[in-house]
Structure formats: structure tokens, C-alpha cells
């Protein structure tokens, strides 16, 4: 078993934040994604606080745990890592250890604008004698800090290429109104897919449309479209997929969504279209403390003539309701097996200082990866949120699924990060998503279990389970 250890040097700042003016106010945080290669591809955290602490790395050392030596092993640093007065991360400078000195791997450059939002990020990789460009990432935005078009590029050894452009759209009221993607093919921008959002008069989206472009025009060809309901507390009730048929919309699956007085979600049930009835699929319960914090997750599925339990999780708390443990067990027919397992450590400030993830085998006895665990060192301060209870309401569906799923937010993400890890502890996908429904496509994923984890930051905010029939 191989255990990473994440090690930071922090500075440690305090603001105090000027009083919202709206809803949409909010302070953004300088965080990154620790990965090997992309580590600070992230740059903002949300955090909605009176006084708040911001962690500016110094330096992070990544350890593995030698099994030969029983020792722990250098892998990497990030150093060199330097910030504007808005406290926004704009260098970083990644250096692997070869076992007897460090060597150059990565570093990025980003700039901002006036709104501290991220405008550029630019990344170079070492080729053993000098830095050469690898991608580069440009985003404009309008005067509301909406993010407007994004163009991603790489290097072709002499100049720039484009990849893909995306172009958003929003209305007087900042909602995302149209999405459209298009790449690049040799000469020109071609379009390639569109969303289209409608919203009610509370700004809730009532629908959502996806459209192909057939070369001369948008059309509804493999199209699909979102409808939404809600109750007068603005919780979603139910959402319907359905598919473009040629002729006319056709029901495809359905979620529905109940709530308690406190508008936490207690059931919520996935349904499948026969062509003539909805049908039963899954179903998950959830219960809560009296500080409104979920303590379990039960799912389970119909099996065409009662439920079945299929997975659940139990989430532990602290006396300051921090949560300190969340673990997923996985039914085997007889027994509840460990799936995995995140538990978190805070100090007396309740400030996050610690996390660890690892996952089980298909026995659930031994721990095939993980154990990860990365450390805050910081003074006393008044602290950071778990951000994982805003979290709640994500949905995955279908799930399990055979060719494509979709991971529904609550409310509009900010260049969040999403990756895909196989049952071994193995990443087979990381995208970099801003939105409120992403898309996993099968693809080469063969069938079985997969972790979807979403960061925020440097802060894994999700970690749910999908399967691939």
C-alpha cells in the first residue's frame, strides 16, 4: 500500500470582509488542486464569511511510502509560488526528487483582472536542458465578473494553437443563458454543441436544452432537454431528461426529490420512462442530526417488487459539528463491506488541518489505495467551512449507468475540479468544469466501480460512487 503525505509551509492572512451587497457577493479564495501535473490548475475558493483565513502556500512537499525501505519517499515540491496583493496565486514551479537531487518538471503563470478574476494561465513542462510552453487557458468576463468565453491552447513548438473556444451568454440577472462550444479545426472555430437555459421569475432553471450543430444550423439530433420543478422554498422537486426522438421530446428517466422543514433532503428517487409508466429505480434516504447535519445515506434499488439495499453512508461529527469521518459501505447481499472511507481532523479553531481518503478492496477487508493525507499549519483563527454540506443535494443519474451520466449541481459551479478514480485508486479522467450539469461519457471506461471527486481548491469537496454497467 503506498501512502502520500502533502506537507505545507503556510503564511497566513486575515481580512475582513466588506458587507454583501447581494446574494452574489463573495470573497474568492486563492486554493489549488494538488495533483502531480497540474497542481494549481484552480485558483479560487468561495467562501461566504464575516473574517476569514486565507492560506498562502509557501512551499508543499508530496511524500510515498516505501515499502522496501519503510521509509517515506520524496516525489515532488512546489515552490517559487508567488501572489498578487488580492492574495491570487500568479507563479508556482513544480521540481520532482530523482533520488539524489531535484529536478525541474512544471511551472504556471496567471493574471487577473480588476474583478480578481482568473484572465490567463499559462504552462510551461521542462524538457531536460529548458522551459518549454505546454497549454495555455484564456478566459474574458463581463462587468458582472461573468465568465464570457474561454479559449484553451497549446504549443506547437513555434506559436500557439487553438483547441476549443466555449462562449457564454447571461441575462439581466447574471443567468447562464446559453453555452456554446465550439473546436478548431485547422482554420477556423466549428460549432460543435449548445445549451440553452430558461429560468422562472425566482431565477430558478425551469429547463435546459442541448443542441448538435448540423453544419448549417442548430438542431435537436442526439438533443436533450431538463425540466424542473420546485417548491416555494426554491428545492428542486423534479427533474425529467428527455431525449430527442426526430418528431417530439420522449421521456427518458426522472428524479424526485423530498424535503424536511428544515429543506434537507430525506428521499430522493430516480425513475426509468418503459414507454408507458414511469418505473422504480433507486432510491436514497437521508437522515440528519439536530444541528442539520446528515448522518447517513441509505440507497437502494427496486428490484421489480421491493427495495434492495445497495449502499449507504455514515457520516460522523464532532462537538462542533465538524464532520470527522464519512464512510461508504457497499451491501454484498449478506453483509456491509467498506467501500472507502474520508476523515478529516480540525483544530481547536475548528480549522481544517488534516484529511485522509482510502479505498477498499472487493472484500472490504483490505485497503487497496489511499491514505492520502495532507496537513494545515496555521495560527489560531476563527476558520474555514466544511464545504461538503453545500454539497447535499448534488445528484449522479442514472447511476448505474451505460453510457452516459450526469452529475447535477445545486447551484452554478466556478472552475471546479472533477475527477474520475477506478476502484484501484487510479485517475481516468480530470476536467477543470464551471456549470451546474457535467457529463461523463463512458468512453474507455470499462464496467465496475469508479469515485467521482470534486474539488474546490484544494479542498475534496464530494466523493461519490458511480458504476459503469
Not at 190 to 196: A, C, D, I, L, Y
Not at 320 to 328: C, Q, R
Not at 339 to 347: G, L, V
Amino acid at each position: 500500500m503506498k501512502i502520500k503525505l502533502l506537507s505545507f509551509t503556510l503564511s497566513l492572512v486575515f481580512f475582513q470582509l466588506i458587507q454583501a451587497q447581494s446574494e452574489k457577493d463573495f470573497v474568492q479564495i486563492n486554493n489549488r488542486d494538488i495533483q502531480q501535473t497540474q497542481l494549481f490548475q484552480k485558483n479560487n475558493t468561495l467562501l461566504n464569511q464575516s473574517r476569514t483565513l486565507i492560506p498562502l502556500y509557501d512551499s508543499i512537499y508530496n511524500w510515498t511510502w516505501d515499502t522496501a525501505t519503510t521509509g517515506w519517499k520524496l516525489v515532488d515540491k512546489h515552490i517559487n509560488i508567488i501572489y498578487n496583493t488580492n492574495h491570487k496565486m500568479i507563479s508556482f514551479m513544480v521540481q520532482s526528487w530523482n533520488g539524489t537531487g531535484w529536478i525541474n518538471t512544471e511551472k504556471g503563470v496567471f493574471s487577473f483582472d480588476a474583478g480578481n478574476n482568473q484572465t490567463n494561465s499559462i504552462y510551461q513542462v521542462w524538457n531536460g536542458t529548458t522551459w518549454t510552453y505546454s497549454h495555455k487557458t484564456v478566459n474574458t468576463f463581463d462587468v458582472n465578473n461573468n465568465n464570457l468565453t474561454v479559449l484553451n491552447q497549446t504549443w506547437n513548438g513555434t506559436a500557439w494553437i487553438a483547441l476549443d473556444y466555449k462562449t457564454n451568454t447571461f441575462d439581466a440577472n447574471n443567468n447562464k443563458i446559453t453555452a456554446i462550444s465550439q473546436t478548431w479545426n485547422g482554420t477556423a472555430f466549428v460549432n460543435v454543441g449548445k445549451f440553452t437555459y430558461i429560468y422562472d421569475a425566482n431565477n430558478d432553471v425551469t429547463s435546459d436544452s442541448y443542441q448538435t450543430w448540423s453544419g448549417t444550423s442548430w438542431v435537436y439530433t442526439n438533443g436533450i432537454q431538463d425540466l424542473y420543478t420546485y417548491d416555494a422554498n426554491h428545492n428542486q422537486l423534479s427533474r425529467i431528461l428527455q431525449i430527442w426522438s426526430g418528431t417530439t421530446w420522449v421521456n427518458s428517466y426522472k428524479i424526485t426529490s423530498d424535503f424536511d422543514a428544515n429543506n434537507n433532503v430525506i428521499t430522493l428517487s430516480t425513475f426509468s420512462w418503459n414507454g408507458t409508466v414511469w418505473v422504480d429505480g433507486k432510491k436514497t434516504t437521508s437522515t440528519y442530526d439536530a444541528n442539520n447535519k446528515r448522518t447517513s445515506h441509505l440507497t437502494q434499488s427496486w428490484n421489480g417488487t421491493a427495495w434492495v439495499d445497495y449502499s449507504k453512508d455514515i457520516d460522523t461529527y464532532d462537538a462542533n459539528n465538524n464532520k470527522i469521518i464519512d464512510l461508504n459501505q457497499i451491501w454484498n447481499g449478506t453483509i456491509w463491506r467498506n467501500a472507502f472511507e474520508n476523515r478529516y481532523s480540525f483544530n481547536a479553531d475548528n480549522i481544517e488541518k488534516s484529511y485522509s481518503f482510502k479505498n477498499w478492496g472487493s472484500s472490504g477487508l483490505d485497503v487497496t489505495s489511499g491514505d492520502s493525507t495532507f496537513y494545515y499549519f496555521q495560527q489560531s483563527v476563527s476558520g474555514i467551512h466544511n464545504l461538503d454540506a453545500n454539497y447535499k443535494s448534488l445528484i449522479i443519474a442514472p447511476n448505474p449507468f451505460s453510457s452516459q451520466t450526469t452529475i447535477f449541481f445545486a447551484e452554478e459551479q466556478k472552475n471546479c475540479t472533477i475527477k474520475i478514480i477506478n476502484i484501484l485508486g487510479k485517475e481516468v479522467k480530470t476536467i477543470n468544469f464551471s456549470g451546474k450539469e457535467f457529463l461523463i461519457e463512458k468512453d474507455g471506461m470499462i464496467a465496475g466501480i469508479y469515485f467521482v471527486q470534486i474539488f474546490d481548491g484544494t479542498k475534496k469537496i464530494v466523493n461519490r460512487k458511480i458504476i459503469v454497467q
